[in-house]
């Protein structure tokens, strides 16, 4: 939970107690989602 919390509020600038209240399958919703859009914006054309 610590690593997903840090992940999410790191990029999208939430605090902690925003990023708790999302459900767990929410959270790691949203670090797919980043993860998708960090890999799509770092692989070279």
């Given at each position: 939970?610590?690593?997903?919390?840090?992940?999410?509020?790191?990029?999208?600038?939430?605090?902690?107690?925003?990023?708790?209240?999302?459900?767990?399958?929410?959270?790691?919703?949203?670090?797919?989602?980043?993860?998708?859009?960090?890999?799509?914006?770092?692989?070279p054309?």
């Amino acid at each position: 939970m610590f690593k997903e919390v840090a992940f999410i509020a790191y990029h999208f600038h939430w605090g902690r107690e925003a990023c708790l209240e999302l459900s767990h399958k929410e959270r790691h919703a949203w670090v797919k989602e980043i993860s998708s859009i960090n890999e799509k914006i770092n692989t070279p054309k």
